[in-house]
């Protein structure tokens, strides 16, 4: 378990760290200069049968509160350090109100210099600093008098201090580490430390850093100051990293050490607001602020989500904008200072790491964020009959540390159903077939004579509006299912076809024939229409109810070409390079200049080649279009 210390400038926390310990958390040159803490420092207490304390040691001066929120934010106990001689000062109210936004509720008061008081002024102290915590996470904990110099209490205190308890963080989640120091060590490299946030770091591991997403590989590692082979959650480790890129400029105090799974940085996070109750102001929409979390600490904007203010002591959700990516994770817990730094204004939990850049306040997204606010056995359950109706299984493992096995246990136990990544519940699933086979049968009905519809506009006619991937989830499944079928580039039902009257079936064969034969320079219209006898409106309604069908292509009015021709066409405009002439296209096809030109035309209308001049290139994505090319 970690112990942090709290309290305000010259309360003697660093000097009861050392009567605890034995250890001067005041390494810096400057700290021992002017008698003072500046950054976090750390100490360790053996207590010779195995278990251990350990202690962050943060600095109460007013300017250094970043540096202990730094350390703040990995503890598992407060130690808040109140001076008999001097009582409640402005840092031991903000020390205690990050406490209580962080939602720690262990923790002991010491009653520090009490070899400078007498026993009146001890229990006066006592009486105020009680009641400062009656309002807060720590209320009721106990307050004992100590004394550095004398050594008074300090026993008691480290006995209390253990029954305290142990980590309450998980080692069942992915590896993260929250980084607050890093620096090289001569011979080994690059080494970081902090606080293992969830899971288990070993030897070995393949590890990132995020936001960077640089690799670094575990070669050695101290847990609590020991040499070990692996570090869990709730203890503070130094990890000596290796990796390509790996160097101390590319480290910072901030960044997380994770599994490469739970790298996915955000710099939109939904959350749940909570403004003290010592503001003066409401707080207002876009307002902003410094945003602590872990050990990160980043300038940001606070959009309020349900309001334009918010009131002293409420809270509400909203989303904290951040000028750049960090990582972060539901559950974990933010504090937020005014925009000149000067005090501690609101605390947050997050609700969604990943909040979206639109929509971000509408009655459907604030209905998925309550229940997002869920614990995680029910959160699934809940979201799953949002409006959304899906659930992105990996985003969802994601936000919250869960394993994939554990994510499909969730779901299962929601009575979800698993579909390319997306969780359901059944009767979702029921429903959305409902819409794809009753919009594909009115569509059917309302164009008898056309094949089915491009995907892209059945999704924007369903009743339903899915976002494209989920859209195409549900496809892949009802395909699947055989409830739809994909003919071409075109969905059906499998009972729909088109066919053709005997008439128009013998007069096609006779017309596929002469647009096999010459392939690359096709008889237009009206020569079918004088060589068959056929008047020529009767030939272009034949025509283009097979271009419907997808065997012929339009490629200039009156002019088609065999689908598989197009696709050929394609494969040797591709086959000349990356700069070439109509000329040369002309050359391969043998078939004119002007259809020459006609077809490019065409390529250039569906984005399969860009024109520059004279000179065309084809697009990549685009070659697919009319399928394969033959042969
Ligand atoms: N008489 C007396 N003096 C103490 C005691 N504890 C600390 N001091 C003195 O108080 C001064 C400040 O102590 P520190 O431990 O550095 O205080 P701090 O809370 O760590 O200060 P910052 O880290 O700068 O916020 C030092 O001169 C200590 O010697 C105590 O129990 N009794
Ligand atoms: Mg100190």
Wanted: proline share 5%; aromatic share 4%.
């Amino acid at each position: 378990m970690i112990v942090g210390t709290a309290g305000h400038i010259d309360h003697g926390k660093t000097a009861l760290v050392k009567a605890l310990t034995g250890v001067d958390a005041d390494r810096l040159k400057e700290e021992k200069a002017r008698g003072i803490t500046i950054d976090l420092g750390y100490a360790y207490s053996d207590l010779g049968d195995g278990r251990q304390l350990g202690f962050v040691d943060v600095p109460g001066h007013e300017r250094f509160v970043h540096n202990m929120l730094a350390g703040a934010t990995g503890i598992d106990a407060a130690l808040l350090v109140v001076s008999a001689a001097e009582g409640i000062k402005p840092q031991t109210v903000e020390h205690l109100q990050i406490m209580d936004l962080l939602g720690l509720d262990r923790g002991i008061v010491a009653l520090t210099k009490a070899d400078l008081a007498n026993d009146d002024q001890l229990l006066e102290r006592m009486a105020e600093v009680e009641t400062l915590l009656s309002s807060t996470s720590l209320k009721g904990a106990e307050i004992i008098p100590v004394s550095a110099i004398t050594g008074q209490g300090v026993d008691e205190l480290k006995s209390k201090l253990l029954t305290l308890g142990e980590s309450g963080k998980g080692t069942a989640g992915h590896a993260r580490l929250a980084v607050d120091r890093c620096f090289l060590l001569p011979g080994a490299g690059v080494v970081v430390t902090g606080t293992v946030h969830a899971g288990e770091i070993r030897v070995g591991d393949h590890l990132l850093l995020s936001p960077s997403g640089l690799e670094a590989r575990v070669r050695s590692l101290h847990a609590q100051n020991r040499a070990a082979e692996v570090g869990h959650a709730g203890e503070r480790c130094a990890l000596n990293l290796s990796g390509a890129r790996l160097s101390k400029e590319a480290v910072k105090r901030g960044d997380w050490v994770v599994s490469p799974d739970l790298h996915a940085p955000s710099d939109r996070l939904d959350v749940e607001l909570k403004l003290l109750a010592s503001e003066e102001e409401p707080l207002k929409h876009w307002s902003p602020a410094h945003i602590h979390l872990g050990a990160a600490h980043v300038m940001g904007r606070i959009a309020l989500l349900d309001g334009d203010r918010l009131m002293p002591g409420s809270s509400c959700l909203a989303q904290l904008v951040l000028d750049e990516k960090i990582g972060a994770l539901a559950g974990d817990r933010v504090i937020l200072r005014d925009a000149s730094a000067l005090r501690t204004i609101a605390g947050a939990a997050v609700v969604d790491p990943f909040g979206p850049p639109r929509n971000r306040r509408t009655p459907r997204r604030l209905a998925e964020l309550r229940a997002l606010r869920h614990p995680d056995t029910a959160v699934l359950p809940a979201l799953l009959r949002e409006e959304a109706g899906h659930v992105d299984l990996a985003r969802f493992g994601i936000a919250r540390n869960l394993r994939a096995a554990e994510v499909e246990r969730l779901l299962m136990e929601a009575g979800g159903t698993k579909v390319a990544g997306f969780g359901f519940l059944a009767e979702t699933l029921a429903a959305a077939r409902d819409d794809l086979v009753g919009t594909l049968k009115s569509f059917h009905e309302a164009s008898p004579d056309a094949l089915g519809l491009p995907p892209e506009r059945l999704r924007v006619t369903l009743k339903k509006r899915w976002p494209p991937a989920v859209f195409a989830a549900l496809l892949e499944h009802e395909v699947a299912a055989r409830s739809v079928t994909i003919d071409g580039a075109l969905v059906r039902l499998p009972g729909h076809s088109l066919t053709l009257g005997a008439k128009d079936e013998a007069l096609w064969k006779k017309i596929a024939a002469d647009l096999t034969r010459e392939r690359f320079k096709p008889p237009r219209v009206r020569d079918f229409a004088e060589t068959y006898g056929v008047a020529e409106p009767n030939v272009r309604k034949l025509l283009r109810q097979l271009a419907k069908l997808g065997r012929v292509v339009e490629v200039a009015p009156d002019q088609f070409f065999l689908r598989p021709v197009v696709a050929e066409m394609i494969a040797i405009a591709n086959g000349l390079g990356s700069d070439f002439t109509a000329a040369q296209f002309r050359d391969k096809l043998d078939n004119g200049r002007k259809l020459a030109i006609l077809i490019l035309e065409f390529f250039d209308r569906h984005g399969i080649t860009i024109r520059r001049g004279d000179l065309r290139r084809t697009v990549p994505q685009k070659l697919g279009q009319y399928g394969p090319a033959p042969g």
